[in-house]
C-alpha cells in the first residue's frame, strides 16, 4: 500500500484496522491494551475505528507491539556541523 497517496482521515482509519489486527493478534481486549498505554477503553475503540488521536497513545501503541522501530529512521537526523550550517544557509 502507498500510504502517501491516502488522505489523512484514510490513513487514521487503516491505521485504527492495523492496531486492532495486532491487539486481536496477540490476545488482547481492547481494555488490555488501554491499561497498557494508560488510557481507556472507549479512546481505544475510537483508535481502532480511524478518529482523531493524539501521537502519544500513538507512540505507546506502536512500544506495546514492538512496532516502534519503524519511527527511527524518521528520528534521525544527519548530524551537521554549525559552520556546514552557515554555509549551506539552514
Known amino acids: 500500500m502507498d500510504w502517501r497517496y491516502l488522505l489523512e482521515g484514510d490513513l487514521l482509519e487503516e ?6 489486527l495486532l491487539r486481536k ?5 481492547q481494555q488490555d491494551l488501554a491499561d497498557q498505554i494508560g488510557t ?3 479512546r ?3 483508535i481502532e475505528k ?6 502519544i497513545f500513538i ?7 514492538n512496532k516502534i522501530n519503524e519511527f527511527e529512521a524518521l528520528m534521525e537526523i544527519e ?5 556546514e550550517m552557515f554555509q549551506t544557509g539552514k
Open 15 to 20: 491505521f485504527g484496522n492495523r492496531i486492532k
Open 25 to 29: 493478534q496477540a490476545g488482547f481486549s
Open 40 to 42: 481507556t477503553r472507549i
Open 44 to 46: 481505544i475503540g475510537e
Open 50 to 55: 480511524g478518529k482523531n488521536t493524539s501521537f
Open 59 to 65: 507512540l505507546r501503541i506502536l512500544k506495546v507491539f
Open 79 to 83: 548530524k551537521i556541523s554549525p559552520k
